[in-house]
Every structure is written in structure tokens, then in C-alpha cells.
């Protein structure tokens, strides 16, 4: 195992292509700004989610503006040329914050969470969109609303940015007048509505685990149901290559950020969708770029014909596992599969 | 108000059909056998949704299958020759069994409910099955699974069926043999696989409400989000339309049977999406029946291109009040909208 770790080191300074020379832009998801070093370690181009929870964390008034631009700041200048992908707050669900997060709610996954909460509580909504605006005057930011169930929160997420900007320039304060606006599609209503949603914004960011979820009406959490929770599943799939196909026809673009774009074996799936770009903890990268430059795209596009046919989720993973056991009988074992 | 009411009533013993002859089947939703004379009092041709929890709820142990033989068995009884749906236990969400529901999960919406607890709680799925089977032999009985996410799930459900019926063939117990078997559509999966799970089944029912709360990522007990649950978000109507689709595709039929169809103006967008069976509370039934009766099919195409064309909810509530104003404006001010 340990050989394994130290063989994938070597493609950490390599280009991410396929075999066939499909370009593939491998991101990192952070937490903390202290993680980038490690994501650039592992040849990350780039920043693909910065969750800003951790402003929020472990102290018992929100963050100030002032705060929060420098932390921001900081990263973006460290990892300048590439960009970084910064989320708005994405509280609940799982993930919660002192006098924020609601107490009584029977299941907060569907509640007053993440981008709901900030469109609930506009003054540190504001805040935010300052400090991350800010920011972007130091490097390439983009800017990401998490949890968008439609065209109308859309909307409302973009006239307050407006409104912010708007002071912004009246104070005389430099941000990114070009700054990419993109949702994360991750609720079920967003993938019925990726043609509409996708002519509102510059780029989608795919949150596979929420997505998965909703769609599935699994808790991921809930050890009772995890049995159902299933990245292969037949309506996952479809879901996935909706967005991807919505988001081509509109011209934007559309990444992966959620944790299946770290397994290889779903890697070349989502590739073989279109999506090109792909953000993930540090620590899949390697692993996910070796895989890339063996693989030849036309593979890619029988594989994903022959899983799009099934019906089961079974089915879907003995034709993965078959894949994989054909093109990487090497590599299967240390992927735990 | 009052005046209305009468007025309403009128209505019961009419023929549910629109003015230009379009035939719609108005059945009821009950909780209790005991609901039965009101819903047929209503005008209501069978029983298009019984929830059996009653049988499970306020007691200590679960009901025997002689117990449960028999209150199905009279309920079949009074309503024949007109059809009765059964549906399997449905517990967990917002409705919880002494003893079967878990106490520990943190969204139980998204948890170990519904069928997933039939079929982890195999010996009382059986006794369920055994119990509506041998209710077939008395009347017109539809068997319904509910929160069904995928195509394994179908069958897992149909094999344990299989093989209780052939306990019942061996054992010499009458049933119905061509007992019609369907699913719920109330999980965003089913919807993305309704083609796929229309080949598996005999008939959808589309649960309106979860579907909305499912595909929203909105509980729909929850105050702080209940601006966001609509069902005229457009994704809800795609959805519904989808699934329709993928039923006439098949050959199947399709009954909506959540809140939704008991709300007149949604009832004509249902109508003009091809649901001509609507299950309902039995007091909504006279209400959406006089509606019906003064429209005209080609008014609700035009309607349901006018509002799927729309990619906000207020746009479409906007269409919708239009509408009723133009077409029922006496009828408008009763309705609360
Ligand atoms: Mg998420
Ligand atoms: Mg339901």
C-alpha cells in the first residue's frame, strides 16, 4: 500500500489528459485555507470549493467582513495564477453553527439551511458577498451558491450581489467586475431545471452527495439506509448526464464536486459525460490522474452507453467492476472495491 | 360559505367529466374503513388510496393477519364493484408505529421508512400481503407500494408477492390472480427511471406531497421553509409531466393521489398533463367535479403550454389565478386562493 502512495507521488507534477489527449482539470475541495498547500502538493489546478464554514466555526459571533477577506485573500494570492471556487455558507444539513442553525427542525437536511439561510439572513449574506468580492481583486475567484432549488432563488442570490457590487463601486473599492457566478446543483428540482438554471449562471458545480440524497430520499448519514445510497444508481446516472448535457447546450461550464469524483472507477464515468473538470479532497488526486492518462476516452463512451442501458444498480457496478478489471487489474486492489 | 357547501352537493351524484366529455375518475383517500360511506356520499368511485396504518397505530403489537384480513375484506365489500387501493405500510416521515419506527435517526424523512421497512421487516410485509391478498377474493382490490426508488426495489417487492401468493395457491386460499400491482411515483429517482419503472408494474399513483417536499429538498412540516414548497414550481410541474409521459408511454395508468388534486386549479393542470384519475380527501371531490364539469379540455393544453413555458413559481401562480379569474370567478373567492 505504501509503495502504491509513494508510485502515485510521481503523477503529481504530471498533466491531467487522457491517453487520447482529453484535457481534464483536476481541482481540490478545502476546508481550510492551511489545506492549500497540500492541494498544490498534490497538483491541483486550482481551488474547486472552498467551504467558508470554517469562518463560521468555533466562535460564538459571526465572522467579520474584515476577517473574512483576509482569510479569503490570502488563499486566493497563494493559489494565483489558478482560481479558487468560494461557496457561500452552507450550514445545516450536517453541518452546523452556533445561534444559526435552528434547533427544532424534524429533518434538517430539508431545512432552513445553506443557501436558504442566507437569503434568510441577508445582513451576514451581505457581509460575505463583500468579503469574497473583495477578494477578488487579488487574484481568480469565482463565486458559488450552494444548494439553488430554482431559477427565482437564483434571482434573488443575484440581486443582492448587484446591490453589493453597486456599493462597492460608490465606496470605491476595487473586486472582479468579470467574477464567474455559478449554482451547485445538488437538489433534485436544479437537475429538472438545468436548461433554465444554466442560462442564469456561468458554470454549475455538481454536489454529488447531496444530489445523490435527495434523489434518492437517503439520509447518507443514516447507518439504516445506507444500503440505498448508491453513486451507480440508474436515476443518479441520468440525473448526472442531464446536468452535463443542459449545461453544454447552454454553454457553460460544469464541474464535480462531490466525493464520487475521487473514485477512479466513477472518475472515468462522469469523464465519459462531459465533465472535463473535476474538484475533490487532495488526497483522491493522484490517484484519479493516473487512471485518467491510461484511459482512452472512446472507452469511455462505450462504457457509459453499456451502464446507461441498465436498469439496476447491480448491474451498473459489475459492468464498472468488469472495466476496471479488464483496463487496471493492478490498480483495482488498492481501490478497495 | 355555507350556501356553497349545498351548492357543492349537488354535485356528488353527477358523472365526473369535463363539459366537452372528457371522462375523469374522482376517487378518495382514507385513513379509516370508517371514512368509507363519506366518501361514497362524496360521489367517490371507489377508493383510489387506503392507508393502512390505522391497523398498525395505537397498539402495542402488530396486527394479525386475520385482523387485518377483515378490515380489508369489508372495505372491499362496501365498495365493490368499484376499486379499492391498498397500499402497504407507510410509516416513518411524519407517521410513527410504536415499535417499528426508529428513534435515533436525525432526518427520518430521508430514514428506514415506508417500504424500506417492509421489506427490512420481511415476516410483517408477508402477513400484510397475506392479509390483502385473500381481501382480493371479496371485491375489486389494487395493491401499492409506496416510496419506491428504483427498479430493484420493484422487484424485490413483486418477489416476495410472488411468493406469498404461491403460499396461498398451496394452501388452497382464494385471491385474485390478475390483482392489478402498482407503485408509487414520490421519489425524484422514480421519476428520473418512470420509463424504466413503468414496464415493471401495472399502475403509477403519484404522491404528490413527498414528491414536492423530495424533489424541493423542502420538509414540508417545516415553517422556516415553507415558502419554497409549491406545487407549481416548475420543477414539480416537469415532474408531474414526466411522469404521465412515461405512463402513457407504457400503457399504463397514472392517478395523482396527494393534496394537490383536491385544489381545483391544480386539478386542471393535472387534467390537461393526461391524469383523468384523481384520488382525494372526500371533501375536496364536489369541488374539483363542478370545476371539471364547466371545462374544456383544449383550455387546459392551452394552459399547461403557457405555464410550463414559465421558469418561476409566481409566474405560474400568476397564469394560474388568471385563469380561474377568466373562467370561474364566483367559484374563486370560495376557494381561498
Ligand atoms: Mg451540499
Ligand atoms: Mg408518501
Known amino acids: 500500500y505504501e509503495f502504491y502512495q509513494q508510485h502515485l507521488q510521481t503523477f503529481c507534477a504530471l498533466p491531467a489528459c487522457t491517453a487520447d489527449g482529453v484535457k481534464v482539470t483536476l481541482q481540490a475541495n478545502i476546508e481550510l485555507p492551511d489545506e492549500a498547500d497540500i492541494a498544490l502538493k498534490n497538483g491541483a489546478t486550482g481551488i474547486g470549493l472552498l467551504r467558508t464554514e470554517f469562518m463560521y466555526m468555533a466562535r460564538s459571533t459571526p465572522p467579520s467582513e474584515q476577517d473574512q477577506f483576509?482569510?479569503?485573500?490570502?488563499?486566493?494570492?497563494?493559489?494565483?495564477?489558478?482560481?479558487?471556487?468560494?461557496?457561500?455558507?452552507?450550514?445545516?444539513?450536517?453541518?452546523?453553527?452556533?445561534?444559526l442553525s435552528l434547533q427544532d427542525e424534524a429533518n434538517p437536511a430539508m431545512g432552513l439551511r445553506s443557501i436558504r439561510l442566507s437569503l434568510h439572513e441577508k445582513h451576514l449574506f451581505r457581509i460575505q458577498l463583500r468579503a469574497i468580492l473583495r477578494a477578488s481583486?487579488?487574484?481568480?475567484?469565482?463565486?458559488?451558491?450552494?444548494?439553488?432549488?430554482?431559477?427565482?432563488?437564483?434571482?434573488?442570490?443575484r440581486k443582492i450581489l448587484a446591490e453589493v457590487m453597486d456599493e462597492l463601486r460608490?465606496?470605491?473599492?476595487?473586486?472582479?467586475?468579470?467574477?464567474?457566478?455559478?449554482?451547485?446543483?445538488?437538489?433534485?428540482?436544479a437537475v429538472f431545471l438545468a436548461d433554465l438554471l444554466a442560462r442564469e449562471v456561468d458554470f454549475f458545480s455538481v454536489g454529488t452527495n447531496d444530489?445523490?440524497?435527495?434523489?434518492?430520499?437517503?439520509?447518507?448519514?443514516?447507518e439504516h439506509v445506507a444500503y440505498l445510497y448508491d453513486p451507480c444508481h440508474p436515476a443518479i446516472l441520468r440525473a448526472l448526464k442531464t446536468i452535463s448535457d443542459a449545461a453544454r447546450q447552454a454553454g457553460i461550464s460544469a464541474s464535480i464536486c462531490g466525493e464520487m469524483a475521487a473514485e477512479p472507477m466513477y472518475s472515468l464515468v462522469l469523464l465519459a459525460m462531459g465533465y472535463t473538470d473535476m474538484s475533490m479532497n487532495s488526497c483522491g488526486l493522484s490517484r484519479v490522474k493516473k487512471i485518467m492518462r491510461q484511459w482512452h476516452s472512446a472507452d469511455g463512451h462505450a462504457l457509459l452507453e453499456q451502464i446507461l442501458s441498465r436498469s439496476t444498480a447491480t448491474q451498473i457496478a459489475a459492468d464498472l467492476r468488469q472495466t476496471v478489471l479488464r483496463h487496471f487489474p493492478d490498480d483495482m486492489q488498492e481501490w478497495e472495491i
Not at 488563499?75 to 461557496?87: C, M
Not at 475567484?141 to 432549488?149: K, N, W
Not at 460608490?170 to 428540482?189: C, Q, R, W, Y
Not at 444530489?211 to 443514516?222: G, K, M, P, W
Open 211 to 222: 444530489l445523490i440524497q435527495y434523489c434518492l430520499a437517503v439520509d447518507r448519514s443514516n
Open 170 to 189: 460608490k465606496e470605491h473599492v476595487a473586486f472582479d467586475e468579470n467574477l464567474p457566478v455559478g449554482i451547485m446543483i445538488e437538489t433534485p428540482s
Open 137 to 157: 481583486a487579488y487574484g481568480r475567484v469565482r463565486l458559488l451558491f450552494p444548494m439553488i432549488s430554482g431559477v427565482a432563488e437564483v434571482r434573488a442570490c
Open 70 to 99: 483576509e482569510g479569503y485573500k490570502a488563499l486566493v494570492e497563494k493559489i494565483h495564477p489558478s482560481p479558487v471556487t468560494i461557496r457561500t455558507l452552507d450550514v445545516g444539513g450536517d453541518k452546523f453553527v452556533q445561534d
